[in-house]
């Protein structure tokens, strides 16, 4: 089986090796680009960074991604991990004005700390430190299990739930799984339109659409990676639904997999506990 790369990392399974394409901050190859520095930045321009930023943190790619670092050693794990951030940094910087180097990456950073008083900039990045949480570290002697760092398994609190309904609302938001769920919709119209009569509360194919983003989130909140994970991790979700931050969420995602509003209120009372 070939060597996959992964950001700058070359790994198989959970080898991963640093490369010349991606380092730390200090040496970096990009480090020594030009860089046309900004003076200050707008409260906007900083919430939109982060958003950017938390589009791609919580993406099953690089969700992935981190769970093959975290079979590092801690050591090597923290290594993985702030290479494989500074490449989405970079990646996003030219999309905000910025080239793609640590002098830009630092200065933005530095805007985020001046604004970090403000109340939407610090929450925001209360939940892109979250995001950058992940699996166990193994540790020698201890039995490996798919438990976020600084987790109970057994216990999710808010914060914890609120995080993954946001990872599967942004995932759920790519344009290829819309693509896809649109042909599901169509199919359906074109052959009964039982599905579209209500309001998409059930709609064949959907499940399995969904299914391989599930399986790639649910083991960074301590769920299997399998069929009864999934519903494990659903049926945990609806022991907060009775919070009204956690229900509007829980319905924009539904939302996402192509429920009307009066199917999410549905599918919400056949979850709730």
Known sequence: MPAAKVSGYIGLACDLSPTSASTSAAGSPRSSAPASPKGSFLKEEVVAWQQDLLREFSSPAFQKRLRQASCLQPVEYEKARTALVRDAQWAIAPQHGLPATDLSIEQMLLAVDQFLDDVDVS??????????????????????TAVPLGHDKTVLGKRDIIRLLKSLQVSFSEPNFQQE?????????????????????????????????????????????????????????????????????????????????????????????
Do not use: W, Y
Request: aromatic content about 6%; charged content about 20%.
């Open 123 to 144: 929450v925001n990045q209360q939940i892109i430190q979250e995001h950058l949480v992940a699996c166990e570290v193994p540790v020698p002697g201890k039995e490996q």
């Open 181 to 273: 769920l649109a042909k599901l919709k169509e199919s359906d119209i074109k052959a009964s339109g039982t599905a579209e009569a209500k309001g998409f509360l059930q709609l064949p194919g959907r499940n399995e659409l969904a299914f391989a983003i599930q399986l790639q989130l649910a083991p960074c909140f301590g769920f299997e990676a399998s069929k009864q994970g999934i519903l494990a991790m659903i049926s945990t979700c609806g022991q907060f639904l009775k919070d009204p931050e956690i229900s509007e969420l829980f319905d924009a995602v539904n939302m996402k997999l192509g429920m009307t509003p009066e199917a999410c209120k549905a599918f919400r009372a056949k979850v709730l506990p």
